[in-house]
């Protein structure tokens, strides 16, 4: 079967978040729902359903953005464990018809059918069989593309949401190409968009025609790749979770409850979330060496600046003095700051079997105090300025794959 032309699905389920959040309280169906971190804080909208989005409430959208929208707007807040369950049981499900399963997010992933759909009378035949499953046994509606690779099924899978199911077979390619607008293509976002414009390229099948010299003097290297995404072209493999790159970073971030100036509850913060970078890097064996801090003022002007070591850190206490460097070398007196981030990157896996850490009882008293938090929860104990913490709200990262601890982030 090596001969044969390839088969990728993209299975995206429709407005995850939301359908879960009407499936568990029946009250909330038909009805324009956002569900977010605090319907009583500072979050943005992390989906909508589409009642909701028939009123052009959006994802990412703060919560007076889409009450301006949808005054009825039902603010539900999430409730991830929930969504990382059910989104865990349907890729088991998915996994009975191959074993090539990639996680794109919690609630979209690629299955490459290629070699199995014949088992089961066909790849649309397969699409049906996952339809009615997810609709039988969590109420919930999906939509799928089939094509011959990952960027064109993504393309499918998202043309006739919700509860679409679109095929397009290799011969069908340059016809949909041809007039299809650059932007509808995944990985083109709003400025390749619009440097694509200013070439007067608008279709894929501009795209696709344009000099591969000219785009990659343009782009860089990725010109090769945007020429043979117009041509609907992408030898991406579709990818077990378990074959993932591995991580480059780990960070946190939080959106203060109301805006502020004051340096200490700034600094409280940002230890907070320096101590749970600190924390998660030490739960996976990573340890990095470079520090970046982000903070967004009131008017949501963003700036980002960061800090390389010469030394690994896994400490949420080094972590904090490198971050409160950068705030202090990017704030600007006496505006107001709304989001405070920090992350570290350069990571390197299992350091303690390599080399010794600096301070050896330091990273014996971290193993202590994390066992204390993994049993009765985060911050059980903590240092004496964070007793006055403050939770933020709870969310999914995207790195979160299956067999991971549930990915509660703050």
Same mark, same amino acid.
């Given at each position: 079967?090596?001969?044969?032309?390839?088969? $990728?699905?993209?299975?995206?389920? !429709?407005?995850? +978040?939301?359908? %879960?959040? @009407?499936?568990?309280?029946? =009250?909330?169906?038909?009805?324009?729902?956002?569900?977010?971190?605090?319907?009583?804080?500072?979050?943005?909208?992390?989906?909508?359903?589409?009642?909701?989005?028939?009123?052009?409430?959006?994802?990412?959208?703060?919560?007076?953005?889409?009450?301006?929208?949808?005054?009825?707007?039902?603010?539900?807040?999430?409730?991830?464990?929930?969504?990382?369950?059910?989104?865990?049981?349907?890729?088991?499900?998915?996994?009975?018809?191959?074993?090539? $399963?990639?996680?794109?997010?919690? !609630?979209?992933? +690629?299955?490459? %059918?290629? @070699?199995?759909?014949?088992? =089961?009378?066909?790849?649309?035949?397969?699409?049906?069989?996952?339809?009615?499953?997810?609709?039988?046994?969590?109420?919930?509606?999906?939509?799928?593309?089939?094509?011959?690779?990952?960027?064109?099924?993504?393309?499918?899978?998202?043309?006739?949401?919700?509860?679409?199911?679109?095929?397009?077979?290799?011969?069908?390619?340059?016809?949909?190409?041809?007039?299809?607008?650059?932007?509808?293509?995944?990985?083109?976002?709003?400025?390749?968009?619009?440097?694509?414009?200013?070439?007067?390229?608008?279709?894929?099948?501009?795209?696709?025609?344009?000099?591969?010299?000219?785009?990659?003097?343009?782009?860089?290297?990725?010109?090769?790749?945007?020429?043979?995404?117009?041509?609907?072209?992408?030898?991406?493999?579709?990818?077990?979770?378990?074959?993932?790159?591995?991580?480059?970073?780990?960070?946190?971030?939080?959106?203060?409850?109301?805006?502020?100036?004051?340096?200490?509850?700034?600094?409280?913060?940002?230890?907070?979330?320096?101590?749970?970078?600190?924390?998660?890097?030490?739960?996976?064996?990573?340890?990095?060496?470079?520090?970046?801090?982000?903070?967004?003022?009131?008017?949501?002007?963003?700036?980002?600046?960061?800090?390389?070591?010469?030394?690994?850190?896994?400490?949420?206490?080094?972590?904090?003095?490198?971050?409160?460097?950068?705030?202090?070398?990017?704030?600007?007196?006496?505006?107001?700051?709304?989001?405070?981030?920090?992350?570290?990157?350069?990571?390197?896996?299992?350091?303690?079997?390599?080399?010794?850490?600096?301070?050896?009882?330091?990273?014996?008293?971290?193993?202590?105090?994390?066992?204390?938090?993994?049993?009765?929860?985060?911050?059980?104990?903590?240092?004496?300025?964070?007793?006055?913490?403050?939770?933020?709200?709870?969310?999914?990262?995207?790195?979160?794959?299956?067999?991971?601890?549930?990915?509660?982030?703050?």
């Amino acid at each position: 079967m090596s001969g044969l032309e390839r088969v $990728v699905m993209h299975i995206d389920m !429709d407005a995850f +978040f939301a359908s %879960v959040e @009407q499936q568990t309280f029946p =009250f909330l169906r038909g009805k324009p729902i956002g569900v977010c971190g605090d319907p009583e804080g500072r979050t943005v909208i992390a989906a909508a359903s589409y009642e909701a989005k028939r009123r052009g409430v959006k994802t990412a959208m703060t919560l007076p953005e889409a009450k301006k929208l949808c005054p009825e707007i039902i603010l539900v807040s999430g409730h991830p464990a929930k969504y990382v369950d059910t989104s865990t049981r349907i890729l088991a499900f998915y996994a009975a018809f191959t074993d090539r $399963v990639e996680v794109f997010s919690i !609630d979209e992933a +690629f299955l490459d %059918v290629t @070699q199995t759909a014949h088992l =089961f009378h066909g790849p649309e035949e397969i699409a049906r069989s996952i339809k009615s499953y997810i609709k039988e046994h969590f109420g919930l509606t999906c939509s799928v593309g089939i094509a011959p690779n990952k960027l064109l099924a993504k393309l499918c899978g998202e043309m006739h949401k919700p509860d679409g199911l679109t095929t397009v077979h290799p011969s069908e390619v340059a016809a949909l190409m041809e007039t299809l607008p650059v932007q509808e293509l995944c990985g083109i976002g709003p400025k390749t968009q619009e440097k694509l414009n200013r070439l007067g390229i608008r279709t894929c099948g501009e795209l696709g025609r344009y000099p591969e010299k000219q785009l990659n003097g343009i782009f860089g290297i990725v010109g090769s790749h945007l020429k043979h995404m117009g041509q609907g072209v992408d030898e991406n493999p579709v990818l077990p979770y378990f074959h993932e790159p591995a991580t480059k970073s780990m960070g946190h971030s939080f959106t203060l409850d109301k805006d502020t100036r004051d340096m200490a509850e700034i600094q409280r913060h940002l230890l907070q979330l320096s101590e749970q970078v600190g924390r998660r890097l030490r739960r996976d064996s990573f340890a990095g060496r470079t520090v970046s801090l982000v903070l967004r003022y009131a008017d949501f002007s963003t700036f980002i600046k960061q800090h390389s070591l010469k030394s690994y850190i896994d400490d949420g206490l080094r972590i904090y003095q490198v971050g409160i460097k950068l705030f202090k070398e990017l704030y600007q007196p006496p505006r107001l700051v709304r989001l405070l981030g920090i992350s570290v990157s350069g990571l390197v896996r299992d350091l303690k079997q390599t080399m010794a850490f600096e301070n050896a009882r330091a990273g014996s008293l971290f193993e202590s105090l994390d066992a204390v938090n993994d049993r009765y929860g985060e911050f059980s104990v903590a240092r004496a300025r964070l007793q006055e913490r403050t939770p933020g709200p709870r969310v999914i990262p995207p790195s979160w794959r299956p067999g991971a601890p549930t990915p509660v982030t703050r």
